[in-house]
């Protein structure tokens, strides 16, 4: 899946687009940012074809042994399928960021 289209407001209040790719199918995405208290929580509103009304995005980020424990919890969902994709989404996009903060790290070492 690619994201060749994305807008962000990061701010409380502000809004965030974005479109995901698979194949030929476009998917939008969006949601507008409720909490951002840096640097331990981000929450979001989360709106996709795949969400029930109200679905939300909540991170938490705490300092763990050198680095920082990441917890996501994603609410509401139209079905388990869903649920599912997107605990296969959201795991996939935090590995992929852990890796692109090491090697980050990596390189100004």
């Keep these: 899946m690619t994201t060749p289209k994305a807008s962000c407001d990061p701010r409380e209040g502000g809004r965030f687009d974005l479109i995901m790719k698979n ?3 476009e998917l939008p995405h969006g949601g ?3 909490v951002i208290d840096r640097p331990n ?3 979001f509103s989360w709106e996709s074809p795949f969400n029930a009304p109200g679905s939300t995005v909540s991170l938490t ?3 763990r042994d050198g680095g920082t424990h990441v917890t996501l919890h994603h609410v509401r969902f139209v079905s388990v399928e869903s649920r599912d994709n997107h605990l296969g989404g959201w795991t996939a996009i935090l590995a992929r960021l852990g890796d692109e903060l090491t090697k980050s790290v990596s390189t100004k070492t």
Aim: charged residues 15%; glycine residues 8%.
């Design 23 to 25: 194949g030929d199918d």
């Design 32 to 34: 507008v940012y409720q």
């Design 41 to 43: 929580t981000l929450v």
């Design 61 to 63: 980020f705490v300092p």
